[in-house]
């Protein structure tokens, strides 16, 4: 099979490993599978696993059917039990590990949860690999595969959060006595992680949403609510707030006005002051999704940037090709390739800690933002947006009204059956107008809003 049709034959991967409700598309039959599928991938003799998860209440039954689908393919499984996403991109490799496995479905509601994996490097698989996972999932339903070399074991990574936290603390050195910080750890997996690493360089911390009770996981909370953090900061004294999602690989920052601030400025600012320091290895990469604003302020910097489409996966790999270091999401996602090749809300925190050099965020304008808005469309039929021929007639009228004044971008999420709706104008008012009309072919055409995610 090549890998183009190999590519295409992905249907369990989406752009965040396998993503579902729990029960449905995701069961512990499936979760043995893909333990045993991708631990046969490696090219190892006896394959050694770490596995991480958040807080989510299936979390355990999915981690053991994970590590027994390893165990079951030779291979030997490490359970480092409820830690950020990004540990497992440093575990896998401060080990000298095979395979990182994370049981989390990010932001997704607590119902919902995922499976994806890291390689020796610390890098997601890519869609190759993830194909043939799937190819190998399918023999084994099928009944079709051979049998594993063996039986491995299933052992407790002791020491995993302190290993994790020592690579922070090497990499930030940072002085944050003094500090006032407040965290919405989103009942998630930074609730540790997160104070103890700001509480060792220093920071007084106050946390919010750190009481998990496995299905409190980014409720009113974290990045995907950064409100409560924007409401809460002024009354709390601190300086500066972070606000972090369900599996801890993103991170919006809030100022003491409560001003949240999204991983377009969080990356600009980073970039800059890397920039100014001499260590900004070439340029940035962002998304699609970025706002105009970001492209001027760093033309006047004199800053390349790239843009790929949505996923931090994306990011991730054109950082790679062009050899840079710094990257990012609008929402969230923030990649140091210095620190890990994957987006760490806390490193992310750190760096932005470091960029700003002990000034108040509250009087850092990265740049000045064109008006955007977006908006999330329920698709009952998750193959019909390719067919809707009214909302991108709609789409083409609404693109050529704003050419060279702004823009208008539709895409399907790739981990829910949503369709985006965004829209970047001049003015609010002109932006809301724009969006309220798109949305109204897209509701008809295809379903029903799901949700407004606002200006940003």
Known sequence: MDSGSLTASRKLFGTDGVRGPVGELLDPELAVSLGRAATAE????RPQVVIVRDTRESGPMLEAALAAGIAAAGGDAYLAGILPTPAASILVRRHGLDLAAVVSASHNPWRDNGIKFFDADGIKLG???????EERVGALRRGTSAPGAGVGRIRTLHGALDDYLRELASAFEIDLGGRRVLLDCANGATCRAAPAAFERLGASVETLASEPDGRNINEGCGAIHPDLLAARIEESGAEI???FDGDGDRVLAVDRTGRVRDGDEIVALIATHLHR??????????TVMTNYGFHTAMSDAGIEVAATKVGDRYVIGELRERGWSVGGEQSGHVIWMDFTPT??????????ELALEGADLADATPFEKLPQRLVNVELADPDSLDGATALWEAVERESAGLEGRGRVLVRPSGTEPLVRLMVEAPSAEECDAVLERLTEVATSELGSPASELGPS
Do not use: M, Y
């Open 42 to 45: 490696t090219e190892a003799d």
């Open 127 to 133: 869609d190759e690999v993830e194909a043939r996972i």
């Open 241 to 243: 707030g972070f606000a």
């Open 277 to 286: 320091a001499g260590r900004l290895l070439g340029g940035v990469v962002v």
């Open 343 to 352: 987006g760490d809300g806390i490193a992310a925190a750190l760096l932005l």
